[in-house]
């Protein structure tokens, strides 16, 4: 999902289980009381796994696509062209995916805060491409970096430190995405998945969650996910976990938002069907459950 960065109720969604002659794209005008197909005649066979809409210009979107493809719209989904600089990215031929058809995708899609006309696309499985005049041109940033990538973010104070949750644990670059490494201080699980970086008392806190082991694993093991939720408080060196009387759970965080207008905290959503809390409840910050039981959740927004 994403949200229009002037208007909150315009929102967008999309799915990576399409259904024959139905597109898996939609935009909601209303705040998701209705919906409106807009999947582009060129994406009617494809299922989307990532969408990203500017921070700061309205109608501005990107979305990522199953056969890692990726298309943007200027005003608001009403048109889309494909980013054609991506489908000629060098060594795109070997991007893969471990289960049959091994088809890569599209799995992240994160503006720059610092630089408007920059964007970073992240591959399941292929690395973290980086764009610096909105998809005209791309270069890789994958050296030392695990490239089944899920979650790409930058750093709000240092544009030069990038943050990455991929299939095999947390990673961090320091120099701009030059160079990567793998960060296992203080993490137990290595399939991490959603990340957030939000305020806390001045200071920016990141947040992750990560699984025993890769989705196929969560239906039958024993313990599920096994997933725990970490927090990191320098810059994403070091993780702590967070309580466990929440976490470890048979299902996985899927995404995290912050709160906006809070002190720090964060909603976030489950496979399991679980919305939650982490923020500070007046007794310091607590995890806490808001609805329990729903259909597996993978995303959200959160609405004026």
């Known amino acids: 999902m994403a949200q229009d960065c ?11 289980a399409i ?6 794209l939609s935009r909601s005008d ?6 409106v197909e807009i999947t582009p005649p060129a994406a009617r066979e494809e299922e989307v796994w990532a969408l990203a809409a500017s921070p700061t210009v309205p109608g501005r979107i990107f979305f990522g696509t199953s056969h890692a493809r990726l298309f943007r719209s200027d005003d608001g989904g009403r048109m889309f062209h494909e980013v054609a600089a991506f489908l000629k990215i060098p060594g795109r031929d070997r991007w893969t995916f471990p289960p049959p058809p091994h088809i890569p995708h599209v799995r992240s899609i994160a503006f720059d805060p610092h630089a408007p006309n920059t964007i970073y696309v992240g591959v399941e ?11 005209e041109s791309f270069e890789a940033l994958n050296d030392g970096l695990y490239e089944d990538v899920h979650t790409v973010a930058i750093d709000p104070r240092d544009p030069r430190r990038l943050y990455a949750t991929t299939g095999a644990g947390f990673h961090l670059s320091e120099d701009g ?6 960060i296992t201080e203080g993490l137990d699980r290595t399939y991490t998945v959603p990340m957030v970086i939000v305020e806390e008392g001045g200071e920016f806190v990141l947040y992750t969650a990560a699984a025993a082991g890769p989705p196929p694993s969560w239906q039958v093991a024993a313990r599920g996910a096994d997933s725990a939720l970490y927090r990191s408080v320098d810059g994403g060196r070091s993780f702590e976990p967070l309580e466990r009387r929440f976490a470890p759970e048979r299902g996985m965080q899927m995404r995290f938002r912050a709160i906006p207008g809070a002190s720090g905290g964060f909603f976030g959503v489950t496979t399991t069907g679980t919305v939650f809390r982490y923020g500070n409840g007046g007794n310091g910050y607590a995890l806490r459950p808001l609805v329990e039981k729903l259909p597996p959740a993978y995303d959200l927004v959160i609405l004026p």
């Not at 002037?6 to 990576?16: E, F, H, Q, V, W």
């Not at 995405?177 to 793998?182: E, K, L, T």
């Open 177 to 182: 995405g030059r160079s990567w490494r793998r």
């Open 125 to 135: 499985e292929g690395g973290i491409y980086r764009s610096l005049d909105l998809g």
């Open 19 to 24: 259904e024959h002659g139905r597109g898996a």
């Open 6 to 16: 002037r208007d909150a109720n315009l929102i967008y969604a999309g799915s990576n």
């Open 30 to 35: 209303d705040g998701g009381r209705s919906w």
